[in-house]
């Protein structure tokens, strides 16, 4: 039987090469008798296993060694808590671009933690346009950082965001 396409959300299809060596290192990691999932993170093969996966991710992404990947469990949820817990400076604020239920999500989350500035977009009936004197407005105060969220692949509405986060930068 043909392997159907995986267009879910989240995880994706995984080659059957990849999914026959899970399966046999689930029992017996790199020769070490027990699976994978039962190794300390401290054990010099799953030390080795992160420091190995950083690197292919980084330079498969191109990113240089002055920065570091970050492998966190959670999903959407924990990573809009994670943006203000770990870039929302004392005295400064978010500056939030919403553009429906996922960033508004993360703009509930970012108000437990401090504050936040934030710019509702919509899509004008004949062009994806956008004010520049309402995002003029949106900047008058200082942001420790800017977060607009998408849904992936499309964009939002035929905005281009790029454009959006050059003129807030």
């Not at 080795?48 to 980084?58: A, G, I, R, W, Y």
Request: proline letters at 6%; hydrophobic letters at 40%.
């Amino acid at each position: 039987m043909p392997r159907p396409i995986n267009f879910c959300s989240g995880p994706a299809a995984l080659p059957v090469p990849v999914l026959q060596r899970m399966q046999t290192e689930l029992a017996d990691f790199a020769g070490s008798g027990i699976s994978v999932m039962e190794h300390s993170h401290r054990d010099a093969r799953i030390v080795s296993l992160f420091e190995e996966t950083e690197s292919l991710l980084k330079s498969l992404l191109g990113i240089g060694s002055e920065y570091r990947a970050l492998f966190l469990p959670g999903g959407a949820t924990l990573q809009f808590a994670q943006l203000p817990m770990n870039l929302l400076t004392a005295g400064a604020c978010g500056a939030y671009l919403t553009t429906g239920a996922w960033s508004e999500k993360a703009i509930k989350e970012c108000q437990r933690y401090g504050e936040l500035s934030k710019l509702r977009l919509r899509r004008h009936r004949v062009t994806p346009k956008f004010h520049h004197d309402r995002i003029g407005a949106f900047r008058t105060r200082p942001a420790t950082f800017t977060c607009a969220l998408t849904k992936p692949f499309t964009g939002w509405n035929g905005l281009d965001h790029s454009r959006i986060l050059r003129f807030l930068s």
